[in-house]
């Protein structure tokens, strides 16, 4: 039975009851991989594949329901616009089910068909088949067809809604505090930063982070090699030594966090990458940062090589459950330029292989960026970094032009509090101005990253947040500042704000860290996850 109730649908029989929500977004999880329903590599061309693939979070992963009449509906992607489609009114098992664009055909149609456990088949109208995984396969990448209706769990779906900040809802877990919204595997806000070895295993830490930065390798030589060359020290993916294999940076601290410890038992931590070459491409370009950025995005040659050095990059991740930060500042020089659809980028010629549709601007660099990380580290989080400086007098001109950049197709949205400490700004000698925060500064900058989280749907991870304390000296590596201690104490507005991760570090090699603040983060970050956390919103 089916009963409509304005946008509200009630699909219901003896063994379950779901009620479907036309104004709500939806992942759809197949029950026999446990992959959703996904618009291949965010394409938006008629005829694109739908596959299963991992979870991300991504606009490409979430469905609507149209309402088509007779207990029938169309499902939308969110990405493209399209909707669901039994591709050329085909009646054989095994034809495939694609995208196209919305003509209300009945091949576009489908109906719901109750399973157990809150499971629905998807039924077309037009073949009578069912949706499933061709061969009931279980990777990444795997087709999705239409075949006879066998009630397989190869054809059974589970929607879940995608959630208002598209973090990553599913099934409650021990320790979820009946929270269904997670990111990055979590279900409670993050604690992280940039600290020792020692200090990581001193506490619970969920997240690590560390930087990329370097001018991209000179040549494809370097990604192939065997071993670094000792002239090759400069790049990135040597800093390991000549004794390592190209991009050993990042895949040996991907395994120390992946093998972390806590009091002696494993506890894996995740990476964040900062990854903040940009600057260096500007230096390639001949006038360093913010205007040599911009100029070398706009010349094929250095930006080949940056995409190179990326996908390099990437690949190093391969599947492991990473975050990136993409290029800190980078944006907000674009920013005031104008429309980021204005700013020229040579993307599409300087990587037709994963980029040659996207757009020639620093909005289709930025979703350039973001697909190659669903390519090629299907399992990392992308994050468009949050550079609005005008963010206090004009947060409306930052909504926009986060929404021309295409941060919806991102997987979050990450941002820095301050890049020093409060105390060191507050010396004559830096300036002198005042840095620490009241009550009225943190629910200001709160409000402005809620705003942001909302207006994109993604939430927001808060980096390189100063580490200092009010029991510091105001001497090298010992500043003052009062933001752990606030955030700690205010974790529930925190989680209000649609903040997913709080990560400490210093900015800047003179600021107080957590080898030096007296032990205050490692203590504060093991109280949080003694009381269980703070459940996300």
């Not at 050329?88 to 995208?99: D, E, L, N, R």
């Amino acid at each position: 039975m089916v009963v409509v109730a304005g946008s509200a649908v009630v699909v219901s029989q003896a063994s379950a009851q779901q009620t479907l929500d036309l104004k709500k977004w939806y992942v759809l999880v197949n029950r026999n991989s446990g992959k959703v329903l996904d618009d291949r590599g965010f394409a938006a061309n008629d005829g694109a594949a739908v596959v299963q693939w991992a979870r991300h979070g991504g606009a490409n992963q979430q469905w609507r329901f149209i309402d088509a009449g007779d207990g029938y509906y169309r499902l939308q992607n969110r990405n493209s616009g399209k909707v669901l489609d039994d591709l050329g009114w085909s009646k054989t098992a095994g034809s495939a089910i694609v995208q196209w664009k919305d003509l209300n055909g009945t091949n576009q149609q489908f109906k719901l068909a109750e399973s157990s456990d809150d499971h629905v088949r998807l039924i077309n109208r037009f073949s009578g088949m069912a949706v499933g995984v061709h061969n009931a396969a279980k990777a990444d990448g795997g087709d999705v067809v239409q075949d006879r209706d066998r009630g397989g769990a190869d054809q059974q779906w589970q929607l879940v809604p995608a959630g208002s900040v598209g973090t990553q809802p599913s099934s409650p877990t021990p320790g979820d505090a009946g929270s269904t919204t997670r990111f990055m595997g979590s279900s409670t806000v993050l604690i992280g930063g940039s600290v020792s070895d020692a200090s990581a295993a001193a506490a619970p830490f969920d997240v690590r982070y560390a930087y990329v930065h370097s001018q991209p390798a000179p040549s494809s030589d370097y990604y192939s090699a065997a071993r670094c060359h000792d002239g090759w020290s400069g790049w990135w993916g040597c800093w390991t030594g000549s004794t390592t294999a190209p991009g050993t940076y990042v895949t040996y601290r991907d395994t120390v966090a992946a093998q972390a410890t806590y009091k002696g038992s494993p506890r894996p931590q995740k990476m964040l990458w900062t990854w903040y070459s940009l600057r260096d491409l500007g230096d390639a370009a001949g006038e360093g940062d913010g205007p040599g950025e911009v100029k070398a995005i706009n010349r094929t040659d250095l930006l080949t090589r940056y995409l190179n050095d990326y996908r390099f990059f990437l690949q190093k991740i391969g599947t492991s459950h990473d975050a990136i930060d993409l290029e800190p500042d980078f944006w907000g020089y674009v920013r005031s330029l104008g429309n980021p659809h204005h700013v020229a980028a040579q993307v599409s010629g300087a990587n037709p292989t994963d980029c040659g549709s996207q757009e020639n601007s620093a909005a289709g660099l930025a979703q350039c960026l973001i697909s190659m990380a669903h390519k090629y580290a299907p399992n990392t989080a992308a994050g468009l970094h949050l550079s609005c400086f005008d963010w206090q007098t004009n947060t409306q001109a930052c909504v926009k032009d986060y929404a021309d950049l295409g941060a919806k197709n991102a997987d979050f949205l990450v941002t820095d509090v301050s890049d020093r400490d409060a105390g060191w700004y507050a010396q004559p000698a830096h300036g002198g101005s005042d840095h620490f925060w009241t009550d009225q500064k943190a629910a200001a900058a709160l409000q402005f990253y809620k705003t942001m989280a909302e207006s994109v749907g993604k939430p927001v991870v808060l980096w390189q947040i100063p580490v200092g304390n009010m029991a510091q000296n105001n001497t090298l590596n010992h500043y003052k500042d009062d933001k752990v201690d606030w955030f700690f104490a205010h974790m529930g507005q925190v989680a209000n704000a649609h903040v997913a991760g709080l990560l400490f570090g210093p900015g800047q090699q003179e600021q107080t860290t957590a080898e030096t603040d007296g032990g205050n983060l490692i203590k504060k970050t093991i109280a949080y996850h003694n009381s269980g956390g703070t459940p996300l919103k």
